[in-house]
């Protein structure tokens, strides 16, 4: 569950069940249309062409914790469920050209993606064949999403926000 991968000292928790959202009808009459006429964002219909997945049907849901709030450089940990592993990351390698022109980086580190676009940091690991974990902020590292997806810190093992939650 998610709870067991975003850090226990988030002070914003959020989730977002978009295959359910997808399905509403307030979608159906707002949100589809105008992406019917405007189309995806640019990022997000270069990415589909370029890799083939299209996000808005990929992604199920999602949950974050963030910390640092009103900060300049918030961190925070992003859960997803829906991206196939092997996909991905096959992307993620086609995207570092694109990504080089544009001023970013992305690096492989084995399971582990590292992108870093004008000083904004994301680490990215798989902690199952769906289901991706980002760490982003200043503070992402290969390491801090190896012990996020470890479930070392995670928000699960907080009394008051399991019981918070649990209301």
């Not at 093992?157 to 019981?163: H, I, K, L, M, R």
């Amino acid at each position: 569950d998610d709870l067991s991968l975003l850090p226990r000292d988030s002070e914003m928790v959020a989730g977002l069940n978009i295959a359910q959202l997808q399905g509403s009808q307030l979608w159906k009459k707002f949100a589809e249309p105008q992406l019917m006429k405007n189309g995806l964002p640019p990022e997000l219909a270069e990415f589909k062409a370029k890799c083939g997945i299209d996000p808005m049907t990929v992604i199920r849901s999602l949950s974050i914790g963030v910390k640092g709030i009103g900060s300049p450089k918030p961190d925070g940990v992003v859960v997803i469920h829906g991206p196939e592993k092997a996909a991905s990351l096959a992307c993620f390698e086609k995207m570092k050209g694109e990504a080089a022109k544009n001023g970013a980086t992305i690096t492989m580190d084995g399971d582990v993606v590292l992108v870093s676009n004008k000083g904004d940091n994301y680490a990215i690991t798989f902690v199952d064949n769906d289901t991706a974990v980002a760490v982003m902020g200043p503070n992402a590292s290969k390491d801090s999403v190896k012990a996020v997806a470890a479930g070392t810190s995670a928000l699960k093992t907080s009394p008051a926000f399991v019981d918070m939650y649990n209301r």
